[in-house]
């Protein structure tokens, strides 16, 4: 159990997002809580499972699975597995109906860059477009977007409920905008992955003065955006270009007691010059 629990927060860090945004396409937007949920609930099953069982192959593909078969039992149960299959364009008396059979890599990533723009849509509050985006596409608890955003975990869990109402209100879809409307919507991404960066470059409150888990995320979004042909570009270069250089010290940023030094009593040899 000692060895599995890591492997679990680990997986619930760096994919959970990964697998809300998989599950919020078959779901659709309205359904994110319960995308959310089903994550969680295959998280569980994990640390329950597998140090019996042992970790299956493809963890990330596993957990995945669980959830989007929670989800479509909650979806028969529901009634409404029918209709969202055939809205997926797929024979819903099929007994193997589920998503579509790409392969997981591909899937995950189309989703979570349209996660990612569903939660930066213009119609959300800045601040709520920074809160919706950390909690759904990096995976933080309320107490960590609380810590990051200097507020009370109350006004930032209030913050989530209001806007995946809006989100289902409002009916935002859930896609990569189109050509005409992506340039602005880019511009309110970039602001949120500067904002995530920033936070763990130099964090406002907890133990640690650099977050470098914060600033991996950032990085890791933004590389995914300047891959996309659909989202990149020269600002996106350009913001991926300035984190990597800031991220390159961070080994060097703090001493052995966890204080920051300054530029010039870092050690350099331990800067990533890749």
């Known amino acids: 159990m000692t060895e599995i629990t890591p492997l679990v927060e680990h997986l619930f860090r760096h994919s959970a997002g990964q697998m809300v945004a998989a599950l919020t396409r078959l779901l659709g937007p309205a359904r994110l809580d319960l995308a959310e949920e089903m ?30 078969n929670r989800a479509l039992d909650v ?79 109350s006004a930032v869990a209030q913050r989530i409920v209001r806007a995946k109402r809006q989100i289902e209100t409002e009916a935002i879809p859930f896609a990569i905008p189109s050509s005409a409307e992506l340039t602005a919507r880019r511009e309110n991404v970039l602001a949120v992955l500067y904002l995530l960066f920033n936070e763990g470059y130099s964090a406002h409150t907890g133990e640690d003065l650099v977050r470098a888990d914060l600033c991996a995320e950032a990085i890791r979004l933004g590389s995914m955006l300047a891959d996309n042909p659909a989202t990149g570009g020269p600002p996106v270069d350009a913001l991926l270009a300035l984190m990597h250089l800031q991220a390159s010290r961070l080994p060097a940023r703090v001493d052995g007691d966890g204080a920051l030094l300054l530029m010039d009593e870092q050690d350099r040899s331990r800067w990533d010059r890749g």
């Not at 990096?138 to 955003?149: K, P, Q």
Request: charged share 20%; with cysteine.
């Open 75 to 153: 979806l028969r149960r529901e009634g409404g597995l029918p209709v969202k299959l055939r809205l997926l364009g797929m024979d819903p008396t099929s007994p193997a109906a589920a998503l579509p059979g790409q392969d997981e890599a591909e899937l995950v990533a189309d989703d979570e860059l349209a996660m990612i723009f569903m939660c930066c849509h213009p119609a959300l509050s800045p601040l709520t477009r920074t809160t919706l985006t950390l909690k759904t596409v990096c995976g933080f608890s309320v107490d960590e977007i609380a810590a990051a955003l200097l507020a009370q975990p």
């Open 39 to 68: 994550v969680q609930e295959a998280l569980i099953k994990a640390l329950k499972s597998w140090p019996y069982r042992g970790v299956p192959a493809n963890p990330k593909a596993w957990l995945l699975q669980v959830a989007r």
